[in-house]
Structures are given as structure tokens and as C-alpha cells.
């Protein structure tokens, strides 16, 4: 029997009178209500069928898709693949269309100028022709050592409390520490930043946590009600949003909002540098307000300090900081009882700073 992974779906909008005809050949799935399934061992392809809506979703494997070249082959010989098995009429196919189903995830992560996605197969027409409707880029950063840790889980802590209407989860210091974006009224764009090796292994998975070892990852999901908003600007195929330009439009978007661009400085070496300044040419008055300024930012958060200050007088310091290329979030000099004995820690969220890997 032909193995369907990570390829295309086909999705046949029958009408009504179709239905109990191809229902009669299928069997009633055990673990999804009002679905209908079939794989057929001398078949390359799968058929599942919904009763809501009457369609039925073709699953192609990469044998079937053998030879095809064109949208227009691809839609011929899946139509007359269905025609010949449930034995109907063209009359009764009343839409054709490829899709990406909801429980197949498309992943993209970038780095430094390329692009690795998770394999969908099949030829190139797959990106031209496939719908998604979801899409998460991500960057995985490698930790150098134990202390790296410890101060992201300090830059998330003092992170903003929003991003693009969305509110920053619960944060306590943990291994499985994590800062998501997220809202029950937004579902748009989500962004999250975890440590992979403990998320694989709160899902059991032992090999994958030895693997994951010491990787930070940040992502992008963008889900479908933001995909049909965007839909004026670009239209949901693969070939639209697997795209460096796109990955790293949501990035600057959506994470450089929150962790900025620059290093992350540990608070007392970046107040060192401020004092020290010789780039921007600070007044002495101007220093010591931008040392208490990233102080407080580190004492009470981002968002707390924000809402202590005048709009433009905020953005003054925040552009004082960064002009001398430190990040606005600094990590502590001790944190969770232990003294920080690096200075200053990558941006773990840019393309350039990850590493490759394959999921």
C-alpha cells in the first residue's frame, strides 16, 4: 500500500444526491464523527469523506503523482481516478480544488538568506496549486552554555506584556519557561519563544529531546483568518509564503516589536557603555537618565516603565539605547540566585543568529 505523507490534498465539493454512493464504499472512521474513510492497497491515493458540506478529500501519494506536470493533468486525473472507483459522473464533482488539510501543519524556517521547509513531496506545481491554511516560520538558536538560558528567561520576563493585540502568557522561571503571544479574540498571528528540548519532552519524546538539546526556538503562526485578511496583498499558496521576503516580513513585524534586533546586554555591562559613550556624544544628564531608564526596564519590565513615561519621552530613551546598539532588554546580573558570568548574549531571534535543522 502506497505511504500518503506530506503531499497534496485534493478536496471534491459533490452534490448532495452523490452522497450516499460514496458513502456506501467507504467505512465510518472510529475516531472522527460524520467521517468516512478508504485506503484502497491497489490505489495511490486515500479517500476521506465528510458529510458536512458533501466533499470528499482525495489524499495523493508521490506514486500518483508521477508524471504530472501541469494543474490542468493533476485535475484530470484525479477527477477520473474518482469517477472510475465510486463509479459517478462529472455532473455529480461541483468543485475542484487543492488544499492543504487542517491537520497537516506547513512549517518554513529561515536562515542567513535561504529557506529549509518540511518536505510536502511531489512536483513543483504542488506550491502553485496547494491553499494553506496555516503557516509557522520559525529560527532555532543554539545556547552556548547554561548561563544563555537563564538571561532569555530573564528577556522574557522583562518582554513586553502586548504585541500586535495579543497578551504575553504566564511567566515563572522554569526549564520549561516560555513567552507566548496570544489571544482568544485574535486568530491571526500567534508568536512564541521556547525552549524545544523540554517541549519535546513534556510529549514523551526522549530521542527528540536529545536532539533538541540546548535549542531556543522563536516562531511565527500565522493562521487562516489572517491568511483570508492578507488575501488582497497575496493568495494562500505555498508558492506565495515560501518565501525568505515573507518569513522575514513576519519577523520584523511581529518579533522585532518585542526582543528588538540588537545584543542583550548584561544590565551592568550595557550601563557601563552608556556611561562610556562616545558615539551619541550624551550629556551627562542624558546618561544618567538612560542608565535609571534601561534600569527600571529591568527592575519592572518594558511595559510597566512604558506606562511611566510620556509617549515621546519613551521612545527618546528606547532610541538612545539602541543608537548605541544595546538591546532595551537587559539581563540581570544574578539571576535565580545565580551570578551571570556572560556579558552579553546574542539575538536569538534573528536568521542570521540560527542554526538548520530539519523540523
Same mark, same amino acid.
Given at each position: 500500500?502506497?505511504?500518503?505523507?506530506?503531499?497534496?490534498?485534493?478536496?471534491?465539493?459533490?452534490?448532495?444526491?452523490?452522497?450516499?454512493?460514496?458513502?456506501?464504499?467507504?467505512?465510518?472512521?472510529?475516531?472522527? %464523527?460524520?467521517?468516512?474513510?478508504?485506503?484502497?492497497?491497489?490505489?495511490?491515493? %486515500?479517500?476521506?469523506?465528510?458529510? !458536512?458540506?458533501?466533499?470528499?478529500?482525495?489524499?495523493?501519494?508521490?506514486?500518483?503523482?508521477?508524471?504530472? $506536470?501541469?494543474?490542468?493533468?493533476?485535475?484530470?486525473?484525479?477527477?477520473?481516478?474518482?469517477?472510475? @472507483?465510486?463509479?459517478?459522473?462529472? /455532473?455529480?464533482?461541483?468543485?475542484?480544488?487543492?488544499?492543504?488539510?487542517?491537520?497537516?501543519?506547513?512549517?518554513?524556517?529561515?536562515?542567513?538568506?535561504?529557506?529549509?521547509?518540511?518536505?510536502?513531496?511531489?512536483?513543483?506545481?504542488?506550491?502553485?496549486?496547494?491553499?494553506?491554511?496555516?503557516?509557522? *516560520?520559525?529560527?532555532?538558536?543554539?545556547?552556548?552554555?547554561?548561563?544563555?538560558?537563564? /538571561?532569555?528567561?530573564?528577556?522574557?520576563?522583562? /518582554?513586553?506584556?502586548?504585541?500586535?493585540?495579543?497578551?504575553?502568557?504566564?511567566?515563572?522561571?522554569?526549564?520549561?519557561?516560555?513567552?507566548?503571544?496570544?489571544?482568544?479574540?485574535?486568530?491571526?498571528?500567534?508568536?512564541?519563544?521556547?525552549?524545544?528540548? *523540554?517541549?519535546?519532552?513534556?510529549?514523551?519524546?526522549?530521542?527528540?529531546?536529545?536532539?533538541?538539546?540546548?535549542?531556543? !526556538?522563536?516562531?511565527?503562526?500565522?493562521?487562516?483568518?489572517?491568511?483570508?485578511?492578507?488575501?488582497?496583498?497575496?493568495?494562500?499558496?505555498? /508558492?506565495?509564503? @515560501?518565501? $525568505?521576503?515573507?518569513?522575514?516580513?513576519?519577523?520584523?513585524?511581529?518579533?522585532?516589536?518585542?526582543?528588538?534586533?540588537?545584543?542583550?546586554?548584561?544590565?551592568?555591562?550595557?550601563?557601563?557603555?552608556?556611561?562610556?559613550?562616545?558615539?551619541?556624544?550624551?550629556?551627562?544628564?542624558?546618561?544618567?537618565?538612560?542608565?535609571?531608564?534601561?534600569?527600571?526596564?529591568?527592575?519592572?519590565?518594558?511595559? $510597566?516603565?512604558?506606562?511611566?513615561?510620556?509617549?515621546?519621552?519613551?521612545?527618546?530613551?528606547?532610541?538612545?539605547? !539602541?543608537?548605541?546598539?544595546?538591546?532595551?532588554?537587559? @539581563?540581570?546580573?544574578?539571576?535565580?540566585?545565580? $551570578?551571570?558570568?556572560?556579558?552579553?548574549?546574542?539575538?536569538?531571534?534573528?536568521?542570521?543568529?540560527?542554526?538548520?535543522?530539519?523540523?
Amino acid at each position: 500500500m502506497s505511504k500518503h505523507i506530506d503531499t497534496v490534498d485534493v478536496q471534491l465539493a459533490l452534490r448532495p444526491s452523490a452522497k450516499d454512493l460514496i458513502k456506501s464504499k467507504l467505512h465510518p472512521s472510529s475516531t472522527e %464523527a460524520g467521517v468516512y474513510k478508504l485506503s484502497p492497497a491497489y490505489l495511490p491515493v %486515500a479517500f476521506k469523506y465528510r458529510c !458536512r458540506g458533501y466533499y470528499l478529500i482525495v489524499k495523493l501519494s508521490h506514486e500518483f503523482m508521477v508524471g504530472v $506536470e501541469t494543474a490542468e493533468e493533476l485535475q484530470d486525473k484525479v477527477i477520473q481516478v474518482v469517477i472510475d @472507483f465510486f463509479h459517478i459522473s462529472t /455532473a455529480d464533482i461541483v468543485k475542484y480544488k487543492v488544499v492543504k488539510t487542517p491537520t497537516s501543519k506547513i512549517r518554513v524556517r529561515c536562515k542567513s538568506g535561504k529557506y529549509i521547509t518540511k518536505k510536502i513531496g511531489g512536483n513543483k506545481i504542488h506550491q502553485d496549486l496547494v491553499e494553506i491554511n496555516r503557516i509557522e *516560520y520559525k529560527n532555532d538558536y543554539k545556547l552556548k552554555v547554561y548561563d544563555e538560558q537563564l /538571561a532569555t528567561q530573564d528577556i522574557f520576563r522583562i /518582554a513586553s506584556d502586548t504585541a500586535n493585540g495579543a497578551d504575553k502568557g504566564r511567566w515563572i522561571y522554569s526549564n520549561r519557561t516560555n513567552c507566548t503571544y496570544s489571544s482568544e479574540k485574535n486568530n491571526h498571528v500567534s508568536i512564541t519563544c521556547y525552549f524545544k528540548e *523540554y517541549e519535546r519532552l513534556e510529549n514523551g519524546d526522549i530521542a527528540g529531546a536529545e536532539r533538541y538539546k540546548g535549542i531556543l !526556538r522563536t516562531e511565527v503562526k500565522v493562521k487562516d483568518h489572517h491568511l483570508n485578511y492578507k488575501k488582497d496583498v497575496r493568495d494562500k499558496t505555498l /508558492a506565495n509564503y @515560501f518565501k $525568505e521576503e515573507v518569513a522575514q516580513e513576519y519577523f520584523t513585524n511581529y518579533i522585532e516589536p518585542v526582543f528588538y534586533t540588537e545584543h542583550f546586554y548584561r544590565l551592568d555591562v550595557a550601563l557601563d557603555k552608556i556611561t562610556d559613550d562616545t558615539k551619541l556624544k550624551l550629556s551627562k544628564l542624558d546618561k544618567r537618565r538612560t542608565c535609571s531608564f534601561i534600569t527600571e526596564i529591568n527592575q519592572f519590565g518594558i511595559s $510597566e516603565v512604558e506606562s511611566k513615561y510620556s509617549n515621546k519621552t519613551f521612545k527618546k530613551y528606547i532610541a538612545i539605547i !539602541r543608537g548605541l546598539r544595546i538591546n532595551p532588554l537587559c @539581563f540581570s546580573p544574578v539571576i535565580d540566585g545565580k $551570578e551571570i558570568t556572560i556579558e552579553k548574549m546574542d539575538n536569538f531571534t534573528l536568521f542570521i543568529n540560527g542554526i538548520s535543522n530539519d523540523s
